[in-house]
């Protein structure tokens, strides 16, 4: 595979500018009797990051599968490039221009920086692996997302989590994909390391890439989204632009909007009393100001 | 120490000496335990020290070598094989047996035991693939059914415990040229399986880490779902690798049924381990995904030097598997020591 830019891409600009490069129209999928995914709407758009929301069970695997590659939808239809597709494997998902980043599975720890961005991608000379070449592009391709590390000998596992998930996404946009789907890439990070991904979430937005974000965390979305879906038990209930809502509308919803409600009403009978009296720890020199 | 710290990203990150980038390597510490081991008999025996052995030690270390090398990329690869002690035997026997039972050529034998023993190694990896079963587990099952079928086929064939005599039959001479002749370099007898251990040393280190296959081993056995996840066709390479500790049967069972003119049927069980121990000793994880062929051949040199250097200093050889068990230890802690300091340079 020779690495593509969107500019390139003659079918795309044919195209207009706003049309989705993937499109899925009321997709379900049922395993049996039960429907994990009904009815899902969602289209993902050059330049544009689309949030994904949901709380655990809610569909979201299924979802990304599907467009992945690793499960076929049953119902409806998911068009790319405005042609409708089944993929049959990750590797067809992935020459159709998806690319997914998974979140404990994308790179072997053990090998090297250069190995792991060309896994399955190697650039040859002849018959042997033309490593200066393939050094040179892996430290180009990750000094263009901001990430520094001098020596491409080093095993992946001795990287940030972060970094990782860099590495994971440049070797996407290096490779050529046209949507990149990010399955929960913050959610075992740091305050600061999920701050570096979600850059490089922009990074891939402004190298012209449709993003699929997938995260439970409303925070995350917030900062970089263009467009918001909620899932909840395999329906989209929330389906908005940026500028219909606010953190505090998507906050709500994620967390359970009337539901919650409904709880803390249930909940109000119990009034949690005092079992023992709480410690009376020494303050240091940190004076709670409560009022302040 | 010469450390540069030119990183404008991350000042945490150094760049890597050259000592530690030196001592990072999997097969350093294999390459470390055996000059101490050489010193020790170079010392202690007299023998050791005359250069008309070397072939000698040579030749013990290629027999455990050219099964080591195959069995270490299998390793790296995320597998294990318990049947290759046997696998040998069975190859041996197979060409034995077929060429005496229906009067073939011997180099038909020859050939269908190579394709028996491919065949081994494909069906090892697709057993794997199919059942989902750990290889430890598919392994051992191929290693129990090749040492009940060694023993019962030449009973059956041959009414014995070893093959028939097929020196008489056509190309016999040929085929003990390829197999088992030897030259001399100086007073230094070169056995043939020494050439094809030290090339397929070579070969599969080249392959390891010059080509994309190599890199497949490596992705295979350090994390197979993203191998999976990037295109990586993983059970292929798995079968494959299974294939090639097949094609290591194959060549060493064949230089035992011509250098020696029969097989034993009970021969080959609890090699497996010997292998295995030299692949470890040279620097290969248990879990995968780590590891070097010529550290697995530097492994199989430090078991032929011991093998022959007990012998020569005129040791008890009964304590020659202790002394193993002692150096298997002994290696995997100086590996993993080695591996440490280098990393945290």
């Known amino acids: ?292 | 120490m010469t450390t540069a710290s030119a990183t404008p990203g991350d000042d945490r990150v150094k760049t890597k000496s050259t000592s530690a980038t030196f001592l990072g390597m999997p097969a350093v510490g294999a390459v470390i335990g055996g000059l101490a081991v050489a010193v020790l008999f170079l010392s202690v025996a007299p023998a050791f020290r005359s250069v008309g052995n070397i072939g000698t030690i040579l030749y013990g270390s290629s027999t455990i070598g050219i099964m080591a090398i195959f069995v270490a990329l299998l390793m790296i690869g995320g597998e294990f094989d318990l049947s290759t002690g046997v696998a040998v035997t069975s190859s041996g026997l197979c060409a034995a047996h077929m060429a005496w039972y229906f009067n073939l050529n011997v180099w038909t034998g020859v050939l269908i035991a190579l394709i028996f023993s491919l065949a081994v190694g494909a069906f090892n990896g697709w057993l794997l693939h199919r059942t989902g079963l750990p290889s430890f587990l598919v392994t051992l099952g191929t290693f129990f059914v090749l040492q009940g079928a060694n023993l019962a086929v030449t009973r059956i064939v041959t009414g014995g415990v070893s093959s028939n005599d097929i020196t008489d039959m056509q190309g016999w001479k040929s085929a003990q040229a390829v197999f088992a002749s030897s030259f001399k370099i100086g007073s230094v007898t070169i056995i043939i399986p020494i050439v094809y251990w030290i090339f397929l040393t070579l070969l599969l280190s080249f392959v390891l880490l010059r080509t994309k296959y190599g890199n497949w081993i490596l992705a295979t056995g350090g994390d197979d779902k993203a191998a999976r996840a990037v295109g990586v066709p993983v059970m292929m390479t798995k079968t494959a690798l299974f294939m090639g500790t097949g094609f290591g049967a194959w060549l060493l069972g064949m230089h035992n049924l011509f250098e020696y003119n029969n097989v034993q049927s009970g021969q080959g069980v609890g090699q497996e381990f010997i292998y295995i121990i030299a692949a470890v000793i040279g620097g290969c994880l248990l879990t995968g995904g780590y590891g070097s062929v010529v550290g697995a051949s530097v492994g199989a040199l430090i078991y032929g030097m011991t093998l022959l250097g007990i012998s020569y200093a005129k040791w008890d050889v009964d304590w020659l598997k202790t002394f193993l068990g002692v150096m298997l230890i002994g290696a995997t802690l100086v590996n993993q020591y080695v591996k440490r300091k280098a990393d945290s340079r």
């Open chain 1, 1 to 292: 595979m020779s690495p593509v830019t969107v500019h390139d891409n003659v079918a795309a600009a044919d195209r207009a500018a706003d049309a989705p490069i993937l499109e899925l129209d009321d997709v379900g999928k049922s395993y049996g009797n039960v429907h994990a995914l009904r009815g899902v709407n969602i289209s993902a758009r050059q330049g544009e990051v689309t949030c994904v929301l949901g709380d655990n069970g809610a569909g979201k695997s299924t979802l990304i599968k599907i467009i992945a590659g690793l499960h076929d939808y049953t119902d409806g239809t998911m068009k790319i490039d405005g042609e409708v597709r089944h993929f049959g494997s990750p590797r067809v998902a992935q020459a159709a221009g998806i690319a997914t980043v998974y979140q404990d599975l994308a790179l072997a720890p053990l090998m090297s920086v250069w190995r792991n961005f060309f896994l399955g991608n190697e650039i040859r000379s002849g018959i042997r692996l033309d490593i200066p070449e393939m050094k040179r592009i892996a430290g180009e391709e990750l000094t263009k997302m901001g990430i520094v590390i001098p020596d491409m000998e080093r095993p992946v596992g001795g990287l940030s989590g972060g970094q990782r998930q860099c590495i994971a996404i440049a070797r996407a946009i290096y490779f050529g994909a046209k949507v990149i789907i990010l399955d929960e890439p913050t959610a075992a990070l740091g305050v600061k390391q999920s701050g570096v991904v979600l850059k490089y979430i922009i990074a891939a937005r402004d190298a012209g890439l449709g993003v699929i974000f997938i995260t439970h965390n409303p925070h995350h979305a917030f900062l970089v989204g263009n467009h918001f879906v909620i899932l909840k038990l395999g329906r989209v209930v929330l389906d908005a632009h940026r500028d219909e809502l606010t953190l505090e509308q998507l906050t709500g919803e994620m967390a359970g909007g009337q539901e919650l409600a409904e709880l803390s009403h249930e909940l109000r009978g119990a009034d949690p009393e005092k079992v023992v009296a709480p410690h009376d720890v020494e303050h240091g020199s940190i004076t709670p100001e409560l009022d302040s």
